[in-house]
């Protein structure tokens, strides 16, 4: 049974907005830090944005400050990450990853396609 589940991904182009949300079904979420990070083709995963876990803090990429926002709703479950003005080289699997006391857990992933 999946922890983490990411969706949102799709094909925009460049300019474009996507909005990325990872649902968990943790029994604890709101104990949990999560993270996006993405991995375009051939390139080693990057981190992205974060958020900790009562959603006080964020921090994020330079390469994406100014256009992207986490945020997190702990009665829903789900950390969204809103992506604005969007340009091919943000193209990557997207993928949420939390933590916390000792334990992690990975999404499957959400593919992002960004076209000029």
């Known amino acids: 049974q999946a922890q983490l589940e990411e969706s949102g991904g799709g094909s925009v182009q460049a300019g474009g907005s996507l909005r990325l949300s990872c649902s968990a079904s943790?029994?604890?979420?709101?104990?949990?830090?999560v993270n996006w990070f993405r991995q375009a083709p051939g390139k080693e995963r990057d981190f992205v944005a974060g958020i900790t876990s009562g959603g006080s803090s964020t921090d994020y990429a330079e390469s994406v400050k100014g256009r992207f926002t986490i945020r997190r709703d702990n009665t829903k479950n789900t950390v969204d990450l809103q992506m604005n003005n969007l340009t091919p080289e943000d193209t990557a699997v997207y993928s949420c990853y939390a933590q916390a006391q000792g334990l992690d857990y990975w999404g499957q992933g959400t593919q992002v396609n960004v076209s000029t």
């Open positions: 943790l029994r604890t979420f709101s104990a949990y830090a």
